[in-house]
């Protein structure tokens, strides 16, 4: 076999009809989120700690052929936490809109890389105090040294997909300030998607 039949070979994997492409789908995730200021790293109490939540969401990826596809879609974001029985709990929506570099193994098997910017923007935040002691007090978004509510972050990941399963990782840090006290926030999400 010649080098040229090889790079052939080697090519026509990324060829659009020889990869079973899927283009939307639903996807459950683990995130947390942290914000990360010159003396370091805190959670929404201002805690060296991350915050947990769950994101639910239609993830959508055209692939246009020979690697080069589109990672984005629209996620809803649950972040909870807790400090001396006050629970604090957040409802966001994500936006990401990423380049991808997908590479076909087979035609129903793929690894991806991708990156690029993400916009997340805070529907409702909440402090919710024990036995109902006092009514849930709303937060207000970018007072007082609490996050903004629109924030922009620069986000990259990558995963597998056989057939319509697809686990995925991404990690992303803002590109905005997170508060008027300045400050990035940070984000690792661990999805599990299936598609159609």
Not at 50 to 64: A, D, E
Not at 84 to 102: K, S, T, V
Not at 131 to 140: C, E, T, V, Y
Request: charged residues 20%.
């Amino acid at each position: 076999m010649t080098l040229s039949a090889t790079a052939g070979n080697f090519w026509s994997r990324f060829d659009k009809q020889a990869y079973r492409t899927r283009l939307w789908g639903i996807s459950a995730a683990y995130v947390t989120k942290s914000y990360h200021f010159d003396s370091g790293r805190q959670d929404i109490w201002g805690r060296d700690k991350i915050m947990n939540g769950i994101q639910f969401g239609i993830p959508v990826q055209p692939y246009f052929g020979y690697g080069l596809g589109l990672n984005t879609g629209i996620f809803y974001e649950h972040f909870f936490s807790t400090m001396d029985d006050i629970h604090f709990y957040e409802h966001n929506l994500n936006i990401p809109l990423m380049a991808e570099w997908r590479v076909p193994l087979g035609r129903e098997l793929s690894v991806f890389v991708n990156g690029g910017i993400s916009m997340d923007c805070g529907l409702r935040a909440e402090y919710v105090f024990p036995d109902n002691l006092f009514d849930a007090i709303g937060m207000k978004y970018g007072k007082d040294g609490m996050p903004k509510r629109v924030q922009f972050n620069g986000i990259a990941g990558g995963g597998v997909q056989w057939k319509a399963v697809q686990i995925s990782a991404y990690g992303s840090f803002g590109i905005t300030d997170a508060t008027d006290h300045g400050g990035q926030q940070c984000k690792v999400n661990l999805r599990l998607s299936v598609l159609f």
